[in-house]
T-cell receptor
Framework: DQQVKQNSPSLSVQEGRISILNCDYT??????FLWYKKYPAEGPTFLIS?????DKNEDGRFTVFLNKSAKHLSLHIVPSQPGDSAVYFC??????????FGAGTRLTVKP | DTEVTQTPKHLVMGMTNKKSLKCEQH?????MYWYKQKAKKPPELMFV???????INESVPSRFSPECPNSSLLNLHLHALQPEDSALYLC?????????????FGAGTRLSVL
């Protein structure tokens, strides 16, 4: 049962434009959401997170939006840079230890 | 330092072999995790250790045996694996207690079972 879904396996954007990665979840008990970035031959690296009491969290070029009623979150990267090219995983947890991941979206930023 | 170190990076083993995967962190984290990731799939949680005690076992077959000798080390002992167990095995660690805790991942061990 896939509780966290990333329906776009890949996304390609031009350098300087906005990248929007989407994530949906089914478990209404999830209350903490994270985005991880993964380069080949490396483990996932934490990028940004958001608690369910917020609807937006911003860190530099990265902003995560949470729509609890729609059980949807998104990651905005602006402006996108070629170095942002990686696989992005959405993750969610209902407590501190049990985290569920989406299948990932491969972002390619073209120069 | 947010480094989680996993060894070996690659492992090839036969179905009758016994091998171990190792994971180490020095961030003072008291929760450590094993995940399994197949190609084009999300990481799937296998085990969670909290304060060196097994707290979550996601119905993993007994041919995978975790061990947490101390707060910095986590092992995964492998025995009589099947070819379908070939995957990337990721270790992670996090803090515990109030608040939400970010899991920090190692680079993984890519396991091939022949």
């Amino acid at each position: 049962d896939q509780q966290v879904k990333q329906n776009s396996p890949s996304l390609s954007v031009q350098e300087g434009r906005i990248s929007i990665l989407n994530c949906d979840y089914t478990n209404s008990m999830f209350d903490y959401f994270l985005w991880y970035k993964k380069y080949p031959a490396e483990g996932p690296t934490f990028l940004i997170s958001i608690s369910s009491i917020k609807d937006k969290n911003e860190d530099g070029r990265f902003t995560v939006f949470l729509n609890k009623s729609a059980k949807h979150l998104s990651l905005h990267i602006v402006p996108s840079q070629p170095g942002d090219s990686a696989v992005y995983f959405c993750a969610a947890s209902a407590n501190n230890n049990d985290m569920r991941f989406g299948a990932g979206t491969r972002l390619t930023v073209k120069p | 330092d947010t480094e989680v170190t996993q060894t070996p990076k690659h492992l090839v083993m036969g179905m009758t072999n016994k091998k171990s995967l190792k994971c180490e962190q020095h961030m003072g984290h008291r929760a450590m995790y094993w995940y399994k990731q197949k190609a084009k799939k999300p990481p799937e949680l296998m085990f969670v250790y909290s304060y060196e005690k097994l707290s979550i076992n996601e119905s993993v077959p007994s041919r995978f045996s975790p061990e947490c000798p101390n707060s910095s080390l986590l092992n995964l002992h492998l025995h009589a694996l099947q070819p379908e167990d070939s995957a990337l095995y990721l270790c992670a660690s996090s803090g515990l207690g109030q608040g939400k805790n970010i899991q920090y991942f190692g680079a993984g061990t890519r396991l091939s079972v022949l």
